[in-house]
């Protein structure tokens, strides 16, 4: 009996602890689900939801006219979740599979009819989750493959994955490639696109996503996206077809002269603009522009910072052009062990102060100076502090050099300081700077600073403009102005540059030099730095040009004999192709003769700036547009089953998007639009093959 009572005893006692558990449970399920349901759903949603990154597109980098010199052209990783396939399309996957792989090996041409069918089945049959099948796609190619059977119903049921990423094209290939310059993944680099990466970059969006089975992630559909904003495109100052002139005589120059790399800055007098700059180095691969000598490189700049001595003397009232100089038949002792010789063309007693600058008289020049600065060598440095030639350029360009110069008190000044100077040692400064003196004297005494950034915007279109900047309203009296301008010209007509520059058609003003390269602690070397910077036409100048080239090694040293034929190309070129003359803005605007670019960016463009248009298509679609009765009229550029569209009329990064994401290699010729091309519009392509444009400007 009482082990009955015991066994009832015990039954109840554990019926009890169950029903008092049973209800803490229940209690528990409705303190969660309803008094803390929120607090636990957002612990949930933190662990399975994330922001993902919606990356900005890059700006561009733009010529004077417009045309791209870097751009951002998209590429794709696409890879196939099976697992989506198996769960539906389990009924039709057999029938397609085939299809599949025919047509993902005849658009990505990375493998074979047959690989694709093993990999697809392989994929299938182990519901593989993320299998990549090629990781730099075209958009077309995207495009194709999205469009195919099973992939055409999307991410989420379709089972295609596409990631796309930038890389960055510049359609110009070498010409400017330093200046352009180049970024990395960690926002470091050098160039235009270092300098001015911040507003190149723009600011990334973000898009609120939640963690499926599997891993993958799909973006919620609410209201916490943050769009991206993309980033500003960015305008230089540079003629392109300036620029492939300047950058083809001075490679020319380099590879005659075998010389170790070479620099030229064409500006435009009136503004300061860069309209062409070159920096070439000649490497064991050849010749490639890998740092930008013309910013970067401090060099001391020879005879031609004598005009620097000249205007200094002549404002000091030193000395006056037709004044008679000693020069010593070349060799003047200013002290017991120093002494300035002349490099062999002045084995005269006298000249007068112009031969004294027109024969590049180092005799000459640093007697003049030595006498009348040598109390006071302060107020001689004022002079290169006055001209700007002591402090950086501010072009905007990281990498820019901050000059030197031998001052009074400080370590290695000594009697033979000013000589030094006056001749162009002592004091190193980039060729921009020497340019930047030059265009001063060309624009009746006006210093501008020199830059080549336009300006930033949008849409090929300036919305901050950077205006000419002047450094110097004046920098000397107008006597002394004359008197250098007509000095500069002698050198041309009578001196050290008579010879190369003969018969030319228009006038020229300038300066030879040629200075030992200094190997520091181990004083001069045997090698040399020669130069000519001048202006043109002398009588109406537009066009300054500074041509160094260092370390020639063909026995030839002089810049007369090594800078000054790169300098005279150049210039024939420029007027040869009447580039220098003036072009009259129009009254009235006018719709372009073709547009072709992505649809996104045309509706965009279109909306901003009020043109009507009239097509059919998607953003992502390349389309063609010329103007028809006051408005934008036009189609999607066709481009599938290898056939050639037509590009007459496009731009070069207009066909690079097209041909190479495509997987085609272009060559071309010349510069502006396609002219022609080849192989003609509707012909088949094979695989791989070089397609040939000829551009042409003003089309």
Known sequence: MNVKKDILWRVLVSILMLTILGGAIVYSIVRVQYAEGDEWRAIGDSLHVRHQQIPAVRGSIYSDDGSLLATSVPIYKISIDFSVIHEHHRDSFKRYQSLLAASMSKVLKNRTEQEYVALIQEGYRKKRKYVTVIRNASFIQSKSIKSLPIFSSGRYKGGILLEERTIRKKPYYGLMHRTIGFINENHKGAGIEASFDEILTGKDGKLVVRRLTGGNYRPLENDMKISAQDGKDVFTTVDIHLQDMVHEALSKGILNNEAEYGTAVLLEVKTGQIKAIANIDNTEDGLTERFNHAIGTGYEPGSTIKLVSAIAALENDDIEIDDSVRV???????????????????????????????????????????????????????????????????????????????????????????????????????????????????????????????????????????????????????????????????????????????????????????????????????????????????????YTLIVLISRPSKGRIYGSAVALPVFKEIALKIYANAVHRKVEPLDTAHLPSLVSAKYKYVKAACKQLDVPYDIDARNHDYVRLTPDNGELVGDVVPFADNTMPDVSGFGLASCLYLFENKGYKIQHKGYGKVFKQSPLPGSKMAKGRTIYLDLRPNL
């Open 328 to 542: 010593y038949k070349g060799k003047y002792k200013f002290f017991e062990n120093d002494s300035i010789e002349d490099s062999g063309h002045t084995k005269v007693d006298n000249l007068t102060y112009q031969q004294v600058f027109e024969q590049s008289s180092n005799v000459g020049i640093s007697t003049i100076a030595f006498k009348g600065f040598r109390n006071d060598p302060d107020e001689f440095i004022a002079y290169f502090d006055q001209l700007r030639l002591t402090e950086p350029l501010q072009t905007g360009i990281k990498g820019e050099v901050i000059p030197t110069i031998l001052r009074p008190g400080k370590q290695g000044w000594s009697g033979m300081a000013i000589p030094s100077l006056s001749i162009g040692y002592s004091a190193k400064m980039s060729p921009l700077h020497v340019a930047m003196l030059y265009n001063a004297v060309a624009n009746n005494g006006v210093m501008m600073r020199p830059y080549i950034i336009s300006g930033t915007g949008s849409f090929g279109k300036i919305e901050t403009e950077n205006e000419p900047h002047i450094n110097n309203k004046k920098i000397c009296s107008a006597s002394t102005l004359q008197d250098v301008k007509s000095m500069l010209e002698g050198v041309v007509i009578r001196g050290t540059a008579s010879q190369k520059l003969k018969n030319l058609t228009f006038s020229v003003a300038g300066k030879t030099g040629t200075s030992r390269i200094s190997d520091d602690a181990k004083g001069y070397s045997k090698d040399y730095h020669s130069s000519f910077v001048g202006y043109f036409p002398a009588d109406n100048p537009k």
